[in-house]
């Protein structure tokens, strides 16, 4: 299958990507968390090219991108919290699921028939360049097919989305490495992280104060899907050692044949998930092991892309 063009992200990239997106054609883009696929969210036909290239379930609601808070407010209602939260960590890696704007422009499909909409303004220079060159919010999920592993370069991208997409802007290796953390706001003054990510609870609830709440619905947002992030191989977790038909990823003590951190670093291992999980992949062997990851802070987040890519 033909790969997509991949342009540096120069002025003469942008303005291609740019041009691409007023036209409703997806276009992947790098952020701080993972490279996703933007298309225009105000237009049904350039959502639906999002879900064609990925193979997403038309269930699973899209993560909208904006420059600034005066664009989050255009299609989604802001309380006081979300403006604390926003002021505290936008630009930057936390996603608020939050009530949609009767009348915002935004296309059904992009929140999946709820009544919420999920905002993040990113912090990558290289996205926030198209976002106001632009003009325009744009979905973005992951740039990989649905279910896969989420791509940190720009090569990732090509490989999983083959003939599917034709340009990537590359920015260079995401330095997060891991999708946004997602809070949703509850009425009554709740709160609820619907995906763990680069941002920590603790860091969350120093803003916010009040309940969380720990119920867990329908899907609300990327990423809760029980099988996720998948090298398309069966995993295992948690191993010291692997067999020999198991390409091992390791962290700390255990070496591995790659390892995510050989200092036991948990934000290198999270900048060095998805990199490990394409190598598992191409990997001649059959399974993947991987060795214990701690829970301690940012380490809940990988652990839980992990867990779902063992499922």
Known sequence: ???PIILAADDAGLAQAINALRH???????????YGLAARADSAQAVAAIYRAKGRPDFNPLIVHVADVAGAQKLALLDERAMALAAAFWPGPLTMVLPRRPGAPLAEAV????????LRCPAHPVMRAVLTGSGLPLAAPSANRSGGVSPTQAAHVAASLAGRIGLVIDGGRCSQ???STIVALRPGGGWQILRPGPLADAHIAQVLGGQRVNSVGGIEAPGQMTSHYAPGKPVRLFALSAAADEFHIGFGAVAGDITLSPTGDLAEAAANLYAALHAAAASPKPRVAIAAIPEDGIGAAINDRLRRAAA
């Open 1 to 3: 299958m033909e790969r």
């Open 24 to 34: 409703g054609e997806p276009v992947a883009l790098p952020t701080e968390t993972v």
């Open 111 to 118: 929140t999946a028939g709820l009544p919420t909409v999920a």
């Open 177 to 179: 490495g891991l999708e």
